[in-house]
């Protein structure tokens, strides 16, 4: 029976490289199942009927929770969150202060995308200023909260960001806010309200997970195929070698 001859810096490679493959298909999966169970949590609260803003406060798990506003917009402390694409196109997304006038409570509301097409003008928006009735539903980022990219105290607004930090700007502006981002739902303030829930689907993941996978069964693959090649090549050689001695 052959022995098996790998070598020496193919198994530390091996070593190596193995355990990590694997353990990044199996991170791919795990992903995966969070965004499915995001996405079914997405689809049960958006189906809901919308809470009074009153309970918004003090619901322990406000995300994708739709809601009942009923206040003004203050259009002198807009937000653009840059670089958001629509069908292709670029453009931003606008975030307005919105006073509640049940609580009091300011809130982060994204009234939706608009096109950008040219750099050189600033994005064209309108803003309401009478008060309005609203629905919006609380948007809170899957992994990681959002940052500001931005200084609140300049007096130069609207602001382009690529992040927002709702409860930082609220504690520069020395208002009482809301810690998430509302989005709006399309009604009398809105512009292009088609949110997308999540940047990556849970089909890509598992996806990225059977790449992971194959790749490490192509890594053990080569790496059996080498150890049988280099114990069949020493075995031949030592035959050789008799051969000559006799």
Known sequence: MKRFRPGVVPTLVVAILLPLLVSLGFWQLSRGAEKSALLHTYTERRAAEPMASTALQHTEDPAFRRVHLHGQFDPAHSLLLDNRQRDGKVGVELLQPFQDQATGLWLLVNRGWLPWP???????????????????????????????????????????????????????????????????????????????????????????????FAMSIALLGLFIYLGWHNAKEKHHGSGHESTQHV
């Open 118 to 212: 040219d750099r050189r003008t600033p994005p064209h928006f309108t803003t309401p200023t009478e008060a309005l009735n609203l629905t919006a539903w609380v948007y809170v980022s899957p992994g990681a909260t959002f940052q500001l990219h931005a200084d609140p105290s300049t007096t130069t607004w609207p602001q382009l960001v690529t992040a927002v930090d709702p409860a930082k700007l609220w504690t520069t502006l020395d208002r009482e806010g809301f810690a998430y981002e509302l989005r709006e739902e399309t009604g009398p303030a809105s512009y292009q309200a088609d949110w997308p829930v999540v940047a990556m689907g849970p089909e890509k993941h598992i996806a990225y997970a059977v790449q992971w």
